[in-house]
């Protein structure tokens, strides 16, 4: 019985032992064989000859130029827009033209125009009213119609600077380059009560749909002087404006 039991215990220990002999000759082939595999990529010799052939540099450049050449073009547009704070008792709306000069990606020199259509506010329409009704009761009343001095038009030279761009994927069909920019402008606005110099401080954004189609928002602060019959008044306005364009 005693010799029975050693026999069964020596020949599992057989066969655990040869078992466990084939597992790692069939781990060490597989080895053998990812190395071999990894050997191969190694070894081929077009696909070396591909990464030798690869200018990283050109790559580089080709991802970060602009899409659109702006060296040396023009720019013209038509644009809308409309304007917050200056005279109170007005709403201002606009309506104008711009010109741009590329010099290169970053810089640009242009002109704008606005033609200003202006509308008086709730506020001024009833105090107006109130006045004209006073007047009609009592021509001596000392309620009078509000001060007003209203936008004609604008026109003012603009220096702009182009620092930031970044491209955008338009609904999968196209790629489209847009840049963030800064603006100085100088001009003259002219008002019901005389002409003013205007200075302006403004930022904006372009988006240069291809080679020839523009597209931009621009913000402007702006400040000049109205002359409302003997009182001069620092005045101070936000314009928003929205332009479409062609580049020629």
């Known amino acids: 019985m005693k010799t029975m039991k050693l026999k069964l215990l020596v020949l599992s220990l057989a066969i655990g032992f040869i078992c466990g002999k084939a ?10 064989q990812l190395k071999k595999q990894f050997t191969g990529l190694a070894d081929n010799t077009e696909m070396l000859e591909r990464i030798k052939n690869m200018d990283s540099e050109q790559k580089i450049r080709v991802v970060q130029n602009r899409l659109v050449d702006r060296n040396l073009r023009w720019e013209l547009g038509l644009n809308y827009g409309f304007t917050s704070g200056g005279d109170s008792y007005i709403n201002t709306q606009n309506l104008g033209a711009i010109i741009d000069f590329h010099i290169n990606p970053r810089w640009s020199i242009g002109a704008r125009y ?5 509308k008086l ?8 009213e109130r006045a004209y009704q006073q007047q009609l009761i009592d021509p001596a009343s000392n309620e ?13 030279v603009t220096l702009s600077f182009f620092p930031i761009y970044g491209k955008l994927n338009l609904f999968d069909n196209w790629i489209s380059q ?13 008002l019901n009560s005389g002409s003013s110099n205007l200075y302006s401080l403004g930022v904006g954004s372009g988006v240069w749909i291809n080679s020839h189609f523009s597209t931009r928002l621009e913000v402007f602060y702006q400040k000049y002087t109205d002359l409302n019959q003997t009182l001069k008044r620092d005045q101070n306005q936000i314009q928003a404006l929205i332009s479409l364009g062609v580049l020629l």
């Open 178 to 190: 847009f840049d963030l920019y800064t603006q100085l402008g100088y001009g003259v606005i002219n």
């Open 114 to 118: 606005q033609k200003a259509y202006n």
């Open 144 to 156: 009078r119609f509000p001060q007003i001095d209203y936008i004609l038009d604008s026109q003012f």
């Open 121 to 128: 506010s709730a506020e001024a329409e009833a105090q107006f």
């Open 23 to 32: 597992k790692a000759i069939e781990n060490a082939k597989s080895s053998s």
